[in-house]
């Protein structure tokens, strides 16, 4: 998932929007069909279909003048379709996330 984000600062909190494309590698056999992993993207099985959408609210502390940890929870959204011969398969994703990772103040 590649997305593109917007944020804005509003009391001590970071919240987060933004929307891209999914890029995935499905493997099935629906109805003796099998995915071709000759397909898609470097012929490699990787397609770029859908859409994902994701919102976040999260909050920096502070660890020195430089240096801080970010807490966030975010929530993302992603649809795909997959089409092969008669086949056609409508995917769905809705995951929660809990971030923690470092910062750095340039």
Partial sequence: MF????GIALSGFEFRGGAGPVIFHPEFKIRNIFFDPN??????????????????????FQLSNRFFLNLEV?????YVRIQQEDLNVNAYNWAFHLILGPGYNF
């Fill in 39 to 60: 397909v898609g993207l470097f012929h490699m099985g990787y397609l770029m279909n859908g859409i994902v959408l994701n919102m976040g609210v999260g909050h920096p």
């Fill in 3 to 6: 997305t593109v984000n917007r």
């Fill in 74 to 78: 975010k929530t993302t959204f992603a």
